[in-house]
């Protein structure tokens, strides 16, 4: 460790290039995770707010939930054998409030259930995101396809569907608005695998993530990115401490020929990387951390506490492992032949 110390004193210039475009690279990499957990919560939080269960739709759906029909007499059969089952629908739409100023919301009905809010017949309840558009409890709200008018009746949180804010709505309300009998989806929460049901096909959680049009696409776009990142921070490891020991050869001819092992020899590139890449992971988060206070309002960025750390301890391992790949050469090093090389 001592040696290692000496080493980064002495060649102070190149350890903090290396720790910078670490700390740069890091940085993104948080930045961009973020983003992508926003964008993720954003599209979807009304349905990872739900417990772990399985989602039914018709078999005759595609996999898309917008053309999937429950029969009426299999919906009522599920929720009677089921305790925590419930039949819900989803649609896009939009409210005009008292100024007549529209606003896209995901229009939200089910059967009555724990899962859900429950509102009465021209009752609604939107996500709070309405409310710092100006909309109050107690306001009265309209819809074009809707015959009569909503009553505000509250706020709930964080409730959002395909970028767009949730409005719970009764179901004979919502029948109305979409001329529909049938709802689109049955949940049952709490079951890992669900009862096989006829004429249904049944999703886990992460499965019905991939029939919400653009989140697959959406997230698989951003965790490449993410991922490409971290494979840069590995490269630029390796790269820079083969150079190093490139460098060094002589050197480590002589600590060998003295009878220091290559196990000491690894352990002072490891304790190098481990300086570097600590430093330049502790800014990095300490920024990534500011940056959710600084954050454009609107902005679906959502950094979590297991996420940067799970990023660090990968970050930490690809280091890790770029810099043990790069000093395979050290285990290679003859003493007498690295002495008459010479050290560069």
Do not use: C
């Not at 890449?277 to 990095?284: D, F, K, N």
């Amino acid at each position: 460790m001592n040696i290692a110390w000496k080493e980064i004193k002495k060649s102070k210039a190149k350890f903090i290039i290396l720790g910078s475009i670490i700390f740069l690279v890091s940085f993104l990499t948080f930045i961009i995770s973020g983003l992508a957990n926003g964008l993720s919560q954003d599209n979807a939080a009304l349905i990872k707010d739900l417990p772990d269960g399985q989602f039914y739709m018709n078999d005759d759906a595609n996999e898309t939930y917008n053309l999937s029909k429950i029969d009426e007499s299999t919906q009522d059969k599920v929720l009677n054998d089921q305790k925590d089952a419930a039949a819900f629908s989803i649609q896009m739409g939009f409210v005009n409030d008292a100024e007549d100023k529209q606003h896209s919301v995901a229009f939200v009905t089910s059967t009555d259930s724990r899962l859900f809010e429950k509102v009465g017949e021209g009752e609604i309840v939107l996500d709070r995101s309405l409310e710092e558009d100006g909309i109050k409890v107690g306001d009265t709200i309209t819809n074009n396809q809707f015959s009569g008018e909503f009553t505000v009746k509250g706020f709930v949180d964080q409730k959002k569907y395909s970028h767009a804010p949730v409005a719970y709505i009764n179901m004979e309300n919502y029948k109305e608005i979409y001329g529909v009998d049938e709802m689109q989806l049955v949940f049952v929460a709490g079951q890992e695998k669900g009862p096989d049901i006829a004429g249904l096909q049944s999703f886990s959680s992460k499965e019905f993530f991939n029939t919400i049009p653009s989140y697959s696409a959406e997230q698989m776009s951003l965790n490449m990115i993410v991922w490409f990142l971290v494979v840069i921070s590995g490269m630029l490891f390796a790269i820079f401490f083969y150079m190093m020991n490139v460098q060094k050869i002589g050197l480590y001819g002589i600590l060998k020929a003295l009878g220091v092992k290559t196990s000491r020899l690894f352990g002072m590139m490891w304790s190098q990387m481990l300086f570097i890449t600590v430093i330049a992971l502790t800014l990095s988060v300490a920024l990534s951390q500011g940056f959710t206070m600084i954050a454009p309002e609107g902005m679906p960025f959502s950094l979590t506490l297991q996420t940067t750390v799970q990023l660090s301890i990968i970050f930490v391992i690809i280091g890790f492992v770029g810099a043990t790949l790069s000093g395979i050469q050290i285990k290679k090093v003859e003493p007498l032949q690295a002495i008459q090389q010479g050290e560069v």
